[in-house]
T-cell receptor
Framework: EAQVTQNPRYLITVTGKKLTVTCSQNMNHEYMSWYRQDPGLGLRQIYYSMNVEVTDKGDVPEGYKVSRKEKRNFPLILESPSPNQTSLYFC?????????????FGPGTRLTVL | LAKTTQPISMDSYEGQEVNITCSHNNIATNDYITWYQQFPSQGPRFIIQGYKTKVTNEVASLFIPADRKSSTLSLPRVSLSDTAVYYCLVGDTGAAGNKLTFGGGTRVLVKP
């Protein structure tokens, strides 16, 4: 089954404690991205990756890091989380970034930073 | 930069048709128009996509006028389970890189 998986699904942590949210897709997609979703703000793109070892900033990259060492994985790293990073996070993948490509979204990770 | 504008919310009743219009005045020649549906605490799900004129699938129809500056998503005979947020998406493939931008979405509430 074609899918995007994220782990963990829920996470409560404290300010400053480094964390990683994993994302994996089994469709051999080139393009992957991370979004955060906050009430009233819709989906905002954090980072995206056109291919292995190619990443770039989205609209709200501050406080986040990503890496793309393998095509299937695209982890999101918060080196020093702060309360304003409390949010719902989604990973997505598609063959390319073109709007002609269907994006597949993961189930989401709800992060709370105390 | 192809930004989109949608109504913030719409209410409807079961069995009615719901039409959501999205404005995208600066759409580029190569851009497609894609709509996603999102239920609470779930990731968005692709529902329909088009370039011009009309597209129909088992879930919805998409109407795009000749100038492509807007598009209308039509949900026929909605049910309670169609309550969701609907996003209109037009790609931004400019010099800054291939970055996809979701608009604010339209919250559709279907009432019994």
């Amino acid at each position: 089954e074609a899918q995007v998986t994220q782990n963990p699904r829920y996470l409560i942590t404290v300010t400053g404690k480094k964390l990683t949210v994993t994302c994996s897709q089994n469709m051999n997609h080139e393009y992957m991205s991370w979004y955060r979703q906050d009430p009233g703000l819709g989906l905002r793109q954090i980072y995206y990756s056109m291919n292995v070892e190619v990443t770039d900033k989205g609209d709200v990259p501050e406080g986040y890091k990503v890496s793309r060492k393998e095509k299937r994985n695209f982890p999101l790293i918060l080196e020093s989380p702060s309360p304003n990073q409390t949010s719902l996070y989604f990973c997505a993948s598609s063959w390319t970034s073109a709007t002609s490509e269907k994006q597949y979204f993961g189930p989401g990770t709800r992060l709370t930073v105390l | 930069l192809a930004k989109t504008t949608q109504p913030i919310s719409m209410d409807s009743y079961e069995g009615q048709e719901v039409n959501i219009t999205c404005s995208h005045n600066n759409i580029a020649t190569n851009d497609y128009i894609t709509w996603y549906q999102q239920f609470p605490s779930q990731g968005p799900r692709f529902i329909i996509q088009g370039y011009k004129t009309k597209v129909t699938n088992e879930v919805a129809s998409l109407f795009i006028p000749a100038d492509r500056k807007s598009s209308t998503l039509s949900l026929p005979r909605v049910s309670l389970s169609d309550t969701a947020v609907y996003y209109c998406l037009v790609g931004d493939t400019g010099a800054a890189g291939n970055k996809l931008t979701f608009g604010g979405g339209t919250r559709v509430l279907v009432k019994p």
